[in-house]
């Protein structure tokens, strides 16, 4: 196995269960111009639904401010995720002040549908590389996996944008749900092995209280990657580095490669390196906490740089997290955070 990332950095801090701080999610909105079924159910985001007020989001200057002290505990990478982080205004201002900060690999994850608007500025003002989130090319598919009868074509197209801008690699999240998008495995592996994008299924996953979850509904990474192997023969290959989330897998005749995360049937907590920073500046250690930690607060009442850097390293070294192992061993946590407000 490949540890370039573990030798890069003699500062990460490590948790009770030795894991180092590398990698940090944050939400830069809760708000979502689509309605996807196993994140935003209509049922429950509909149009009475309360988002944050602007003033409890963290503005800009206290995300780049609050990253370069994560810097410090050894973070290596951010994804900025949401919501939909390009439907915050003037995102790219955010990608010019966290692209200032040296050594950080930057990403930005998206549903796609502003990409031709955006991919262009977000370029300029210094992201390198992007994943997309596509479901289906089936568009009657899509738009029942959207909720907004948002067409297949327009995510394409920003697809596209993104590589014309040269944000490359362009990754693909494709989340598989039973009876939904099955049929679509397939496809989306040709199309993406032939565009030359990696595509990566996600397992649908227990996030949040409101998409009513059923282990049924899950598509285990196994049988993706043979669904695709009876066409495409696959074979498997090497992590890029530990705590890589997905499973690689490349074709055998060199055409690529395809990811598979399988955070249900194959739980990764063990290797789990990731920090989650909410909207409003609540610091998670884990995609199913019910409790966080207000960074925010400390950021509004005058705390020094050095203050937040040690709230965050007493968070970090206390967090023994590994849901996934455990789940349906234990009972499951009551109030879980939504994954539009935690960060996908
Ligand atoms: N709106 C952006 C997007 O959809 O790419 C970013 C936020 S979204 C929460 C981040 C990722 O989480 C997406 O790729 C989405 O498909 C995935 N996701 C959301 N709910 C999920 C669930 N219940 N299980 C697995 N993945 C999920
Ligand atoms: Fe929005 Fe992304 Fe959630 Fe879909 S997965 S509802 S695009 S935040
Ligand atoms: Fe990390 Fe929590 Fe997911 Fe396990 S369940 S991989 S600890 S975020």
Redesign the pocket.
């Known amino acids: 196995m490949n540890n370039l990332r573990d030798t890069s950095s003699a500062v990460a801090t490590r948790d009770r269960l030795d894991r180092p701080l590398r990698d940090l999610r944050i ?1 830069i909105t809760d708000r ?1 111009n ?1 309605r ?1 079924v ?3 159910p209509k049922e429950t985001f509909g149009a009475d639904y309360q988002f944050l007020e602007r003033s409890a989001l963290l503005s800009f200057e206290e995300i780049a401010r609050l990253a370069r002290i994560f810097t410090r505990h050894g973070i290596e990478k951010i994804r900025l ?6 439907v915050r205004r003037n995102v790219e201002q955010l990608i010019a002040l966290l692209s200032d900060i040296p050594g950080l690999d930057l990403t ?5 549908s502003l990409l031709t608007k955006k991919a262009e500025a977000l370029r300029k003002a210094g992201l390198k590389r992007i ?3 596509l ?1 289906s090319l089936d568009d009657a598919v899509f738009k029942a996996m959207n909720d907004v009868d948002f067409p297949v074509s327009r995510v394409i197209a920003g697809i596209d944008a993104a590589a014309a801008a040269g944000l490359l690699p362009i990754k693909i ?3 598989v ?1 039973r009876g939904l998008n099955e049929d679509s495995i397939v496809p989306m592996a040709r199309l993406f092995r032939e565009r030359g994008h990696i595509l990566r299924f ?7 209280a409101t ?1 009513g ?1 059923r282990m049924d509904d899950v598509v285990s990474a196994r049988e993706i990657v043979d669904m695709i192997s009876r066409d495409m023969p696959l074979e498997p290959a090497d992590p890029n580095y530990t705590g890589e989330v997905a499973e690689r897998w490349r074709y055998k005749d060199g055409s690529g490669e395809i990811g598979v ?1 399988a ?1 249900v049937t194959q739980a990764f907590c063990r290797d789990c390196t990731r920090a989650r920073i909410s909207t409003e500046g609540q610091i998670y250690t884990c995609l199913f906490a019910t409790q966080g930690h207000d960074l925010r607060a400390l950021l509004r009442g005058g705390a020094s740089d050095d203050e937040i850097h040690a709230a965050i390293g007493k968070v970090w070294t206390n967090r023994s997290d590994r849901y996934s192992e455990i789940r349906g061993k234990q009972t499951v946590p009551l109030k879980k955070i939504e ?2 407000y935690i ?2």
């Open positions: 939400s979502c689509f996807c196993y994140c935003m995720t949401g919501g939909e982080p390009l930005l994850t998206t549903n796609g994943t997309v989130s479901d999240n494709m989340v749900k996600i397992e649908y996953m227990d996030v949040g998409n979850w995360i955070s994954m539009s960060g996908g």
